[in-house]
């Protein structure tokens, strides 16, 4: 079964980092792209970072230059690290699979971040 443990968020100053975690269990991790995406109140979720099995990254046009997704395949996790956060990358994060027909492909609990002006 597909379990996927968000961590990392908070709240945070303007201009200010953090760094997500996403552990995946149940999951051929380094067979599959990996991406972090966000849902902010009223709001569709929506794809912030992708990474691929052999590490190639693409990112939303409103993160580009100020976030990083990486992945460690001996430990199953992806991370999304975050600089110069502004208050509208106030959202749920959650990571997932990107492959929207993997088997038994679920969403977690997410992590939350809040961004203050």
């Known amino acids: 079964q597909v379990q996927l443990v968000e961590s990392g968020g908070g709240l945070v100053q303007a201009g200010g980092s953090l760094r997500l975690s996403c552990a995946a269990s149940?999951?051929?991790?380094?067979?599959?792209?990996m991406g972090w995406y966000r849902q902010a109140p009223g709001n569709q979720r929506e794809l912030v970072a992708i990474?691929?099995?052999?590490?190639?990254?693409d990112y939303a046009d409103s993160v580009k230059g100020r976030f990083t997704i990486s992945r460690d395949n001996a430990k199953n996790t992806v991370y999304l690290q975050m600089n110069s956060l502004k208050p509208e990358d106030t959202a749920v994060y959650y990571c997932?699979?990107?492959?929207?027909?993997?088997?038994?492909?679920?969403w977690g609990q997410g992590t939350q971040v809040t961004v203050s002006s």
């Open positions: 990474i691929s099995t052999g590490g190639s990254t």
């Open positions: 149940g999951v051929r991790f380094s067979s599959n792209g």
């Open positions: 997932n699979i990107v492959d929207p027909n993997y088997p038994g492909r679920r």
